[in-house]
């Protein structure tokens, strides 16, 4: 499977801003998808995940304001963010796996990996 990220942007705080990652492969369906971003100085950490039959998960930090979504037929998955702040400027990077009984939420969980989308969320 190969990602391709896309959408990020500069946006002020309060505004909205959707990222999407085009995969290819006839898997996709299959696999498990997330989203991760990682911030100038900081670890990469787990934003949301959604699997093969769409239930998702959420990091705490964009429980309430981020929606993940997939489309199969088009092999993609988006990020939908809203009301954004400061404190949410980084890369945005996608990441597929083949499914499993759990949440996928560290990135050693994850086999394949987009190339990152910089959001920057002005104050």
């Known amino acids: 499977v190969q990602l391709q990220a896309s959408g990020g942007g500069l946006v002020q705080a309060g505004g909205s801003l959707r990222v999407s990652c085009a995969a290819s492969?006839?898997?996709?369906?299959?696999?498990?998808m997330a989203w991760f971003r990682q911030a100038p100085g900081k670890e990469r950490g787990f934003v949301a995940t959604?699997?093969?039959?769409?239930?998702?998960y959420y990091a705490g930090s964009g429980k309430g304001r981020f929606t993940i979504s997939r489309n199969n037929a088009k092999n993609t998955v988006y990020l939908q963010m809203n009301s954004l702040k400061p404190e949410d400027t980084a890369v945005y990077y996608c990441?597929?796996?083949?499914?499993?009984?759990?949440?996928?939420?560290?990135?050693?969980?994850?086999?394949?990996w987009g190339q990152g989308t910089q959001v920057t969320v002005s104050s």
């Open positions: 990441a597929a796996d083949p499914p499993s009984r759990f949440w996928q939420v560290l990135t050693s969980d994850y086999s394949y």
């Open positions: 959604i699997n093969w039959s769409g239930g998702t």
């Open positions: 492969g006839r898997t996709f369906g299959n696999f498990d």
